[in-house]
């Protein structure tokens, strides 16, 4: 895993484990409760680098699915589904996440 040591991640919080090294978390994220960060599918025999951007906070119970990148200082609502990247400064909600601007 590759996550930076002033990243917040909370105690519930699910980070893959099963393909740890595709974990990537920069420097002052805040990762919420019970939230779920992928890097594999054992369905498709995928492993790929999921990468959550300086800056970037997650919400409660948010999903970042594997290969997902969140750019630099974004918000992902809580109980979002991230399965496409999500630009640097802009706000994912929904399931599944669709991002608009931050204002």
Known sequence: MD???????????L??????RGVHIGPD?????????LTHDLTRGIYVDTHVGPGTQIGARAILLPGVTVG???????????NRDVPDDHVATGNPAVASRRT
């Open 72 to 82: 630099r200082n974004c918000v992902v609502q809580p109980g979002a589904l991230v």
């Open 29 to 37: 994220c805040v990762i919420g409760e019970e939230v779920v960060i």
């Open 3 to 13: 996550v930076h040591p002033t990243a917040w991640i909370a105690e519930t919080a």
């Open 15 to 20: 980070i893959d484990r099963t393909w740890p």
